[in-house]
């Protein structure tokens, strides 16, 4: 029985959304999440009900059922900034760069006042590698919130991998001065300053960790007091591990010294690192994190070790190597991959920023090489699995493996770290940038005198570092010099090896293309012409055949004078996309301002066959037949123009007036020529057919005020001083 009237019904519906908004704002999520799915059929209130459907699954991990419903809220209703900027913000969280590009660039088009949407586009441009356009949107987010702390993080981030950081260090230090106990911030000017090797600045700020509760110590360890380096006496020290293993296995190298300082020292560490570690010198116990704690007087966190002992970048303590493999291992890993000829190499992906097997596997037509996968199968027939899969291996027993290997290439990551303290010799792939610890510009690393670098030279690229890998290791496989192809980093490439489909590129691509375009397009909107040039430009740097990127960019050049290239970029997209209107418009509007009527004219009517409503095409067909004395044509496409959008410029209506003018309706043409003078008061030539429209009509004083006030406008007006021509026109 219905117990609700019509009338009643949004009354209703409103109470529920208040009382989901309110559940929402106090964490009970799944109350709020029942209340809004008995609005979801409310077709007025879909847009609201998804968005706030896909907030509550973000809070409660459901990030696939988020995503959905986000993406349903933004297609329920564009025009919603927020649900824009929360979808981003949820592709941010996954690596799905370009999607995150394309749905802050949206939220920005609609609102580019929010700075976190500012923040957002700037990770998402990161991600992609884009440093340069990443900067720049951090600084539209400074500009219009100053002490956005996560900002001036990402930002000194940036900075310092594009090999600035001197200034970054020089941002982070102003604004400690106003958030001097803001841990992150110190955190942050520790990493800038190690990366750039001012080491002994760092340490003590690195320190700072302790006061973030995200890089806190285990709460176990609450209360007792940390060791700054003084002699032990006989006490126990705790060494804690770190959070990374891959911290955790490179600053175990410390223990030797603690133990010199005369105490006895436990090492606290993950369960899966403790027999490792037990093959550490200096160490007295290992205790499993999951065990019981055995008595002790101080602790010491691994990564503060190296403050302890105020270490340099060329003094690191480096002998190795410092770990050591079971025998037993050994000799059973040399068992199973029996027999064997020329090199043995260990191949580690998983742990690298956005690499794959995919761009290993031209490492494979090397000849007198045959690979081994620290991290699983792989998919490749060539690359042999041992059955080692990251979730369930034992590092004791990969060290085992590992010892057995003539190399390891490894992504930055825990593996890396096992080959260096193992003292095997492994080459190291850094993304562009790189961690701290591996400093700038080096091909070797203090930490492992054995090991060698390997940087991209730009993000996500990967083919240049494969290249010289494969150089490298064919040159030490066979001892032959480097053939022509390998001299360019060529290898050949398998179809269907790419880690994602050409289908799944070619969206991303497009996706990419387009965001950027739209960032382009707002910035050139808002009149910021050099941004929205490096913006074109990259659209056109992925997809030369871009149409409208070749439209914008060739008004923007025309904009600023340079006539002939922006003419170039509108016939290549004119000659790329014959039926699309905005390229013919474009194309037109350069051939009118630049006199060439007849041209323009024909352009403007491809235009029309391909956009019959296209309002600015016929404005500007309109102009070119009034120039060229088709004054009835011309007030065909007049009329028409006005029809489809009232809202001309001034130059259309001043245009209008003059072909009224020439066809002798005087009214209508002052009609025109006042609406275009409204529009803007300091048109000359307004004002001067305006005096030549009343001198024509009988009406000599108005017509002497309109000269006298395009006279004020402009003293030095010949055509207010002298009059018009008999036509009327200038």
Request: glycine share 10%; aromatic share 6%.
């Amino acid at each position: 029985m219905q117990t609700t009237t019509m009338g009643q019904q949004p009354a209703l519906q409103n109470a529920v959304v208040q009382r989901a908004m309110a559940l929402y704002g106090e964490g009970q999520f799944n109350s709020a999440d029942l209340l809004f799915a008995t609005l979801s059929e409310a077709a007025p209130l879909k847009p609201l009900v998804h968005h706030m459907r896909g907030l509550i699954a973000r809070q409660l991990g459901f990030k696939d059922d988020a995503r959905r419903l986000l993406r349903q809220a933004v297609e329920a209703d564009p025009t919603v900034a927020s649900a824009h900027a929360n979808l981003g913000m949820l592709l941010l969280e996954d690596g799905h760069y370009p999607e995150a590009l394309a749905a802050f660039a949206a939220s920005l088009a609609l609102n580019p006042a929010v700075p976190s949407a500012h923040f957002g586009l700037a990770k998402a441009f990161g991600g992609l590698g884009m440093t340069d356009l990443a900067i720049e949107a951090d600084r539209d987010a400074l500009g219009l919130q100053p002490d956005f702390a996560a900002v001036e993080i990402h930002l000194a981030g940036l900075l310092t991998e594009t090999g600035r950081g001197g200034e970054a260090a020089d941002g982070l230090r102003a604004a400690l001065v106003r958030h001097p106990d803001q841990a992150d911030l110190h955190v942050a000017l520790a990493i800038c300053l190690l990366t750039i090797g001012d080491w002994a600045a760092a340490w003590p700020e690195l320190e700072w960790r302790w006061a973030d509760p995200r890089h806190g110590t285990d709460p176990v360890l609450a209360g007792f007091p940390r060791w700054r380096g003084e002699d032990l006496g006989g006490r126990t020290i705790l060494l804690q591990a770190e959070r990374s293993d891959a911290d955790t296995l490179q600053f175990a190298r410390y223990a030797p010294q603690v133990k010199a300082r005369g105490g006895r020292v436990i090492l606290r560490c993950p369960a899966a690192l403790a027999a490792l570690l037990q093959t550490l010198e200096g160490v007295d116990q290992v205790v499993a994190a999951d065990r019981p704690l055995p008595a002790f007087d101080l602790i010491a966190p691994l990564l503060s070790l190296p403050a302890i002992f105020r270490t340099p970048p060329d003094a690191v303590p480096a002998a190795v190597p410092y770990l050591h493999a079971d025998p037993a291992r050994i000799e059973a890993w040399q068992a199973r991959l029996e027999p064997r000829s020329g090199l043995t190499v260990g191949l580690s992906w998983t742990d690298g920023e956005r690499l794959d097997i995919a761009a290993l596997r031209p490492l494979f037509d090397c000849p007198a090489v045959r690979f081994v996968g620290l991290d699983g199968k792989g998919g490749d027939s060539r690359l042999i699995d041992p059955g080692l899969a990251p979730k369930d291996r034992s590092l004791s027993d990969v060290a085992g493996l590992i010892a057995t290997l003539d190399l390891v290439i490894a992504a930055d990551g825990p593996i890396a770290h096992l080959a260096g303290a193992l003292g095997k010799p492994v080459w190291i792939l850094l993304p562009a940038g790189g961690d701290w610890r591996w400093l700038r510009e080096r091909a070797d690393t203090p930490w492992y005198p054995q090991a060698r670098l390997f940087r991209q030279s730009l993000h996500g690229g990967w083919d240049d570092v494969v290249g010289r890998l494969g150089r490298m290791l064919r040159a030490a496989a066979t001892g032959e010099e480097p053939s022509s192809a390998e001299e360019t980093g060529e290898f050949p490439h398998h179809p269907g090896e790419s880690g994602n489909d050409g289908k799944e590129r070619d969206e991303n691509l497009s996706v990419l293309t387009d965001a950027l375009f739209a960032e382009g397009a707002r910035h050139h909107r808002a009149g910021v012409r050099a941004r929205a040039r490096r913006l074109y430009q990259r659209v056109l740097s992925f997809d030369p055949d871009h149409v409208l990127c070749l439209c914008n960019l060739g008004a923007l050049e025309q904009s600023q004078g340079a006539r002939l290239r922006a003419r170039q970029t509108l016939e290549r997209a004119v000659a790329l996309a014959p039926k699309l209107a905005p390229a013919q418009r474009a194309l037109a509007d350069l051939l009118r301002g630049q006199g060439a009527f007849e041209e323009a004219a024909g352009h403007y009517r491809r235009a029309l066959d391909a956009a019959p409503l296209d309002g600015a095409a016929h404005a500007g067909l309109a102009m070119a037949l009034r120039v060229m004395a088709d004054y009835q044509g011309a007030m065909v496409h007049f009329q028409k123009a006005v029809e489809i959008d009232r809202g001309q410029s001034a130059v259309f209506f001043l245009e209008l007036g003059q072909t009224l003018v020439a066809l002798g309706r005087l009214d209508s043409a002052e009609v025109s020529l006042l609406h275009a003078v409204s529009l803007d008061s300091g048109l000359i030539l307004a004002h001067c057919s305006l005096g030549q429209v009343y001198l024509k009509a009988g009406r000599p004083a108005e017509s002497a005020e309109s000269f006298r006030r395009a006279l004020a406008i402009d003293a030095q007006c010949v055509l207010a001083r002298n009059g018009l021509d008999e036509t009327g026109f200038a």
